[in-house]
């Protein structure tokens, strides 16, 4: 009996415990999200506070499929673990954990589909498989044979979110959703871009097999860096697809809410001056970790800001 009144009446977090809860997810997302952040400044609160819990959710589920003091089976258990009480919060089964609270809050306000939220932790979960290229000798693991194989988990860990932000943002008319998933294309494959060493030392190349042939690239040389200058081609080959996709976003701006447009302009631009920034660099992603400084990112949030209020 108390269960069918339980799920006759859905737990319904008080007021006071969401407003917690919500801001637990900002403070995880300024903390966290170093570049994600500066564009969620922008936005009107409520937008705000949704694109929070979205990203702290996405934060927990990283977390999990990385944390190297577990072995792989026990990543994945964990993350099925974590998965099971968002799907159950998303029943309305009573949760104290302050994502979850606010993770749903968003969903419903926002109209958000599970699937969407359920791919987000699909992807991170890709990087807890072991299916896949074998491993090298050295260990390393070529995760992805071919572009399009990379493509596909790019669409799970960086073009979902891109659906999902435009569902936070607003927008009126289809086209956006294909544009969303190809900026989150062109920001995921800046992130590969910048981060190969320290994936490379997790044990990761997420460089397509395919690419690392045609270029005469080995795995090995990816992590020990001897010759960068010879890896330089292979990286500019994912630049110049990362620069093609961001193209969409000239397209995109338009057909979301006003409201959102200068906050989807700050992340944009945040994200390609730092590929920008890479190429000027000749790609030197291994004796340094590129990023734009504060006082770039503030100069962006502040063209940002102006455009809202114009």
């Known amino acids: 009996m108390s269960t069918l009144v339980q799920m006759s009446q859905p737990f319904a977090p008080t007021p006071s415990q969401l407003a917690v809860a919500y801001s637990v997810c900002r403070g995880i997302t300024r903390s966290r999200a170093k570049n994600f952040y500066y564009g969620f400044l922008v936005l009107p609160k409520k937008k705000r ?16 499929a990385d ?3 577990l072995p792989v089976r026990d990543r994945r258990q964990k993350l099925d673990v974590w998965l099971d009480a968002f799907h159950a919060a998303q029943a309305g089964h009573p949760t104290d954990d302050p994502i979850l609270l606010a993770l749903t809050d968003a969903q419903r306000r926002f109209g958000i589909p599970a699937g ?9 979960a890709m990087d807890v498989e072991e299916d896949s290229e074998q491993p090298t000798n050295s260990g390393l693991q070529v995760q992805y044979r071919s572009f399009e ?59 397509p097999g ?51 447009q200068p906050a989807l302009w700050v992340l944009v631009t945040i994200y390609r001056g730092l590929l920008e920034k890479i190429v000027r660099l000749n790609y030197d992603v291994f004796t340094r970790r590129v990023s734009l400084s504060v006082w770039e990112k503030l100069k962006i949030l502040s063209r940002g800001f102006l ?3 114009l």
């Open 49 to 64: 506070r949704a694109l929070c819990a979205v990203y702290a959710f996405m934060r927990r589920c990283d977390d999990i």
């Open 67 to 69: 944390d190297p003091s």
């Open 116 to 124: 969407l939220l359920d791919a987000l932790a699909f992807g991170t």
């Open 149 to 207: 194989d990379l493509e596909r988990y790019c669409y799970n860990v960086a073009s979902v979110v891109g659906l999902v932000c435009i569902r936070i943002f607003g927008y009126n008319k289809p086209d956006a959703e294909p544009l969303a998933e190809r900026c989150g294309l062109a920001f995921q494959l800046t992130n590969i871009i910048r981060d190969v060493k320290e994936d490379a030392a997790l044990g990761r190349v997420y460089l």
């Open 210 to 260: 395919k690419d690392l042939a045609e270029f005469s690239i080995s795995a090995t040389e990816i992590a020990s860096t001897v010759d960068p200058a010879h890896i330089r081609p292979l990286l500019a080959l994912q630049a110049q697809r990362a620069f093609e996709n961001y193209r969409a976003a000239e397209d995109l701006i338009p057909l979301i809410d006003e409201d959102s």
């Open 307 to 309: 455009q809202r209020i």
